[in-house]
């Protein structure tokens, strides 16, 4: 299981995928710096069918 992400990285991670939407973009691809590091960063969105809910719904519990 993985290790539960901040508050902060789930609102960036929000507001990105708000602006994605926005702008009819599903996926992208950028590089970022962070501590002197390059790093490639790949973001894809897919809808999760309504039946998978649930599942998704309990790993958050």
Do not use: N, W
């Not at 993985?2 to 708000?18: D, G, K, N, V, Y």
């Not at 590089?31 to 790993?59: C, F, M, N, W």
């Amino acid at each position: 299981m993985q290790s539960p992400m901040t508050f902060e990285i789930c609102h960036a991670l929000t507001q990105l995928t708000r602006q994605l939407l926005e702008a009819g973009e599903q996926a992208t691809e950028t590089h970022v710096l962070a501590k002197g590091q390059v790093y490639r960063v790949a973001v894809s969105l897919e809808p999760v069918p309504t039946e998978e809910l649930p599942d998704v719904i309990q790993r958050y519990r």
